[in-house]
């Protein structure tokens, strides 16, 4: 049987405090607004109290890739909004701790993630088509946030974080492999060989990437002028951006707008 490939998961809790347990670990407690993070998918079980007996999460590889749920319990009501990726965690997951937690500022300090989850986790809102790309957006944002605090994984050098985070949360800046290596503080040959060894692509590939996405949500969920997308994700160059923009949908940008399900006037 082909195994399966390793995919980050969260849970982020949106009321009341619960436990996460995973073998071979201490305990975890999270309370309201900190985001539990799974860098490598390892097993685990969510508990309605600290302490108390747990099931595994919801999340399976066949189904939703990110839902709002109650735990079973005693106690005040707990609710998780759980989202696991439906991509392969990149090798820099495997330099961060198998579990780890995000407390509540750190997530609200946060506007990428904290908005993506709160978009996620939106009273009365059904799964959608797009849920994969949120998603997928939640956990990079937070393998992002959790990334320079980790400067003790293979590459023992915080400016891959650095860079990491800078591309994360300032995409439109007119970054290039030369500034994005100084961010780093390392030179550009010694960064683009260990970027490509973390993450599993070159940095200009991830910066579009991220670029990219950013454009598409904007175009889903926004009525941002379809002209002033170019500008907002950091693209000097319309017809760059539109070969950008198909190369990764398929699609063009208006296409892809006019099949988007709805967005806000």
């Keep these: 049987m082909e195994a399966v490939a390793a995919r980050a998961v969260l849970h ?54 990110a839902l709002v749920h109650e735990l079973d319990g005693p106690g005040p009501p707990v609710r998780l909004l759980s989202a696991r990726t439906d991509r392969p965690a990149p090798p820099l997951a495997a330099t961060l701790p198998r579990a780890l937690v995000l407390d509540r500022a750190r997530v609200e300090a946060a506007p990428l993630l904290r908005d993506t989850l709160a978009l996620l986790a939106a009273p009365g809102r059904r799964p959608g088509p797009g849920d994969r790309l949120l998603a997928l957006r939640a956990c990079e944002a937070a393998l992002a946030l959790a990334a320079p605090r980790r ?77 002033a997308v170019p500008a907002r994700v950091g693209y000097r160059s319309r017809v760059g951006f539109h070969l950008a923009f198909r190369t990764a949908y398929g699609t063009t ?11 806000p006037a």
């Design 151 to 227: 400067p003790d994984g293979p590459h023992r050098h915080t400016g891959i974080g650095r860079a990491l985070a800078a591309v994360e949360t300032r995409f439109a800046e007119p970054w290039t492999v030369v500034t994005l290596a100084r961010e780093a503080g390392m030179s550009r040959s010694a960064f683009t060989a260990a970027f490509r060894e973390a993450v599993g692509t070159s940095p200009a590939r991830h910066l579009t990437a991220r670029r990219i996405r950013e454009a598409a949500r904007l175009l889903a969920e926004t009525g941002l002028p379809q002209s």
């Design 12 to 65: 982020y809790v949106l009321t009341g405090r619960c436990g996460l347990a995973v073998t071979g670990l201490r305990a975890l407690e999270l309370a309201r607004g900190d985001l539990a993070l799974l860098p490598t998918g390892a097993r685990h079980r969510l508990s309605a109290a600290p302490g108390r007996p747990g099931a595994p999460p919801p999340l399976d590889p066949a189904g939703s890739t």
């Design 253 to 263: 940008p208006g296409e892809y707008r006019a099949a988007a399900p709805r967005r």
